[in-house]
T-cell receptor
Framework: GQQVMQIPQYQHVQEGEDFTTYCNSS?????IQWYKQRPGGHPVFLIQ?????EVKKQKRLTFQFGEAKKNSSLHITATQTTDVGTYFC?????????FGTGTRLQVFP | ETGVTQSPTHLIKTRGQQVTLRCSSQ?????VSWYQQALGQGPQFIFQ???????GRGNFPPRFSGLQFPNYSSELNVNALELDDSALYLC?????????????FGEGSRLTVL
């Protein structure tokens, strides 16, 4: 079946360092969404990418969608303690939104 | 926050029992999706309902079933509970089934099967 993998599984950084998570799908995606889940919370939508090669920025967050629409990345510049949580990509395949395995980010002050 | 409410928030069942989880979608949203999230894992798609009809299903056995009501609220039913069914069950609503809609998640129902 369709699989969406993310690496790394965990990332511990010092506050101020950068962070990147990578998302890879076994199939071509219609679009990709990113969600953040704080510890004990529920996933919260961050952004959606639709076009091949698309790049979007939200303050310190930069999102990319690969040319083949099978991979994506999220880069956070100068992490803050408020960035702590698990970041999920979610790829749309026909009518299903398939979530990735997630990258858990821990930020040390 | 999201306007999506789920009940109960926590429950404990024993193996073989049945459970019903409920979800009220955000006002104006006609689509509800259910996800199972095991500890430390990503949400796994169970199924989606659009205007009271199931219109997408993940790799879950038939003992996972659902309903959507005319007011677009929804239920997830799980029969013959197994230990591996212990997880956070997330309901998410969206304004439609088109590919561009984001999901608005509820807080989830945490099910423990003993």
């Amino acid at each position: 079946g369709q699989q969406v993998m993310q690496i790394p599984q965990y990332q511990h950084v010092q506050e101020g360092e950068d962070f990147t998570t990578y998302c890879n799908s076994s199939t071509t995606l219609s679009n990709i969404q990113w969600y953040k889940q704080r510890p004990g919370g529920h996933p919260v939508f961050l952004i959606q990418l639709v076009k091949s090669g698309e790049v979007k920025k939200q303050k310190r967050l930069t999102f990319q969608f690969g040319e083949a629409k099978k991979n994506s990345s999220l880069h956070i510049t100068a992490t803050q303690t408020t960035d702590v949580g698990t970041y999920f990509c979610a790829g749309r395949v026909t009518d299903k939104l398939i979530f990735g395995t997630g990258t858990r980010l821990q930020v040390f002050p | 926050e999201t306007g999506v409410t789920q009940s109960p928030t926590h429950l404990i069942k024993t193996r073989g029992q049945q459970v019903t989880l409920r979800c009220s979608s955000q006002s104006g949203h006609n689509t509800v999706s259910w996800y199972q999230q095991a500890l430390g894992q990503g949400p796994q798609f169970i199924f989606q309902y659009y205007r009271e009809e199931e219109n997408g299903r993940g790799n879950f056995p038939p003992r996972f079933s659902g309903l959507q009501f005319p007011n677009y609220s929804s239920e997830l039913n799980v029969n013959a509970l197994e230990l591996d069914d212990s997880a956070l069950y997330l309901c998410a609503s969206s304004p439609g089934t088109g590919r561009d809609w984001e999901l608005f998640f509820g807080e989830g129902s945490r099910l423990t099967v003993l």
